[in-house]
């Protein structure tokens, strides 16, 4: 059984940093992409940045140059570093296991509990 644990959220002000992490157990942990999704109040859940078992990484437009994704294979971890945090990147941060692509859109089957993350202006 995949779990995947999320740690680090909380409260910041703008400009602020803050790094999430996702220990991951149950899975070949080297083999999968792994990735970050948020939601904010109000809207969907929506993908924010994702890595694949060879290291490389893909990123939300709006969180680029800011946040920064990797993964420690030896500690089955997955990492979020956000820095020069904005009030709307305000939301429940999931990490995910298991991505998948339909039709230009990131997903995944395996999904962890959430952390808030908020950002005061």
């Known amino acids: 059984q995949v779990q995947l644990i999320e740690s680090g959220g909380g409260l910041v002000q703008a400009g602020g940093s803050l790094r999430l992490s996702c220990a991951a157990s149950g899975l070949t942990f080297s083999r999968y992409a792994m990735g970050w999704f948020r939601q904010a109040p109000g809207k969907e859940r929506a993908f924010v940045a994702i890595?694949?078992?060879?290291?490389?990484?893909r990123y939300k437009d709006s969180v680029k140059g800011r946040f920064t994704i990797s993964r420690d294979n030896a500690k089955n971890t997955v990492y979020l570093q956000m820095n020069s945090l904005k009030p709307e990147d305000t939301a429940i941060y999931y990490c995910a296991a298991d991505i998948t692509l339909v039709v230009g859109v990131f997903g995944a089957k395996t999904w962890g509990q959430g952390t808030q993350v908020t950002v005061s202006s």
């Open positions: 890595t694949w078992s060879d290291g490389s990484t």
